[in-house]
């Protein structure tokens, strides 16, 4: 029968793969990555385009420099980027797919032994990093709001600034990050206090005298 400790700390681990998992779902579910609002000029006109997308979908809506605003509607991301943007997309989304073994099974585990959990937990975080800081390039160094803002609201205008909110589809990736560094954290103390337990059931062995072993 598993122990106390045991069932405590193998139940702390499965809901934090869990957690990870869910938020995994979210971040792929939900299109409110980044909030970017793009401005345009040219001659006497102004133009502002607030657009709110994610990995696959987003809305644009244009306003003109007399405040009148416009709906532009709805966009697929993947049908409005060039090849290198979307081949980032596209990289991303896989990245964060394999997150998803994590709450499932360990693929590591069966070769590796217990190092396998932490093996892929570190993996898995390593890997959301990535997807943020892929994203935040994508936004800030390859223009990406900008393409995607020029083409939905079919601007012909100049580009003259732009100005970026990452929205809470992209922030919770950091709890990913902590929930994975949580599950390696629970199973190292899972696997500290079974060394010390075993050495503690050794002691008396080692220190029976020789005759007693004997007899």
């Known amino acids: 029968m598993p122990t106390r400790e045991k069932k405590l700390m193998f139940g702390a681990a499965f809901l934090t793969s869990v957690l990870s998992f869910v938020i995994i779902c979210v971040v792929l579910g939900t299109q409110r990555w980044i909030s970017s609002t793009i401005y345009f000029s040219q001659s006497n006109s102004s133009t502002s385009v607030t657009i709110i997308y994610g990995l696959f979908s987003g809305t644009c809506a244009s306003k003109i420099d007399a405040g009148v605003q416009f709906s532009g509607g709805s966009f697929q991301v993947a049908e ?14 896989v990245l964060l797919g ?6 499932v099974s360990n693929p590591y585990q069966t070769f590796l032994g217990p190092i396998g959990v932490y093996t892929w937990n570190a993996i898995g975080g390593f890997f959301t ?8 390039v994508n936004v800030q160094g390859n223009n990406l709001s900008v393409e995607l803002a020029t083409k939905c609201a079919s601007i012909q205008q100049n580009h003259t600034g732009s100005k970026h909110n990452y929205d809470y589809s992209y922030w919770i990736l950091l709890l990913h990050i902590l929930f994975s560094c949580a599950t390696i954290v629970i199973i190292i103390f899972y696997s500290c206090a079974r060394y010390t337990k075993k050495k503690e059931q050794e002691r008396p062995i080692e220190n029976a005298s020789k005759d007693v072993i004997l007899f």
């Open 129 to 136: 990093l990535i997807v943020m800081i892929l994203f935040a």
């Open 80 to 93: 409005l980027v060039n090849s290198s943007r979307k081949g980032i997309n596209v990289t991303i989304i």
């Open 98 to 103: 394999f997150t998803f073994t994590n709450a």
